[in-house]
T-cell receptor, first 114, second 115 residues
């Protein structure tokens, strides 16, 4: 069975500071990994995804994530936070043959302060 | 493409009334998912379809909830009778089995308030 753990339901950073949102997964087969962002009163939007190949994945809005198999992690980072990054972020996992089903983490609310 | 379309965007109803939420997936997508999001329970998968056939409805909370997908371009989620604890944001998402690696595209959601 697959699972996703997001450490920290709330993260607060200062504008211009590094953003680090943590995600660890459990999967018995090679996973596909995703980060979604949800802005207030909107649906979830894909930030980036890891499928195969290069383990450092770049997404929209300056975010990137690195797949580390040995650590079963897929942490999301951004070098410099902007006020517009305030949102909820979800990590998700799936795998081939999984029926296109995603298993989501519980989400991390990112707050960006001046 | 217009993306996943959901209607209505907001619904306010009274306890005991029937509620129908609607979803139009992205053209060509063969999977459709219904989710519910609340502060207490987070994002929950209710049911999903493949090629209009329900595959897993284990997340449907009670018999009061039902979902249909009569064709590839339309799905409904019905609650009858509705209760205040059904108040939540309901999302529809679609995906394409192929090169998308299971990426799901979400609609804007329907905010349901049951008084």
């Amino acid at each position: 069975a697959q699972s996703v753990t997001q450490l920290g339901s709330h993260v607060s950073v200062s504008e211009g500071a590094l953003v680090l949102l943590r995600c660890n997964y459990s999967s018995s087969v090679p996973p596909y990994l995703f980060w979604y962002v949800q802005y207030p009163n909107q649906g979830l939007q894909l930030l980036l995804k890891y499928t195969t190949g290069a383990t450092l994945v770049k997404g929209i809005n300056g975010f990137e994530a690195e797949f580390k198999k040995s650590e079963t992690s897929f942490h999301l980072t951004k070098p410099s936070a902007h006020m517009s990054d305030a949102a909820e972020y979800f990590c998700a996992v799936s795998f081939t043959g999984g029926g296109n089903k995603l298993t989501f983490g519980t989400g991390t609310q990112l707050k960006v302060e001046l | 493409d217009a993306g996943v379309i959901q209607s209505p965007r907001h619904e306010v109803t009274e306890m005991g009334q029937e509620v129908t939420l609607r979803c139009k997936p992205i053209s060509g997508h063969d999977y459709l998912f219904w989710y519910r999001q609340t502060m207490m329970r987070g994002l929950e998968l209710l049911i999903y379809f493949n090629n209009n056939v329900p595959i897993d409805d284990s997340g449907m909370p009670e018999d009061r909830f039902s979902a249909k997908m009569p064709n590839a371009s339309f799905s409904t989620l019905k609650i009858q009778p509705s209760e205040p604890r059904d108040s939540a944001v309901y999302f529809c998402a679609s995906s394409f089995e192929g090169r998308s690696y299971n990426e799901q595209f979400f609609g804007p959601g329907t905010r349901l308030t049951v008084l």
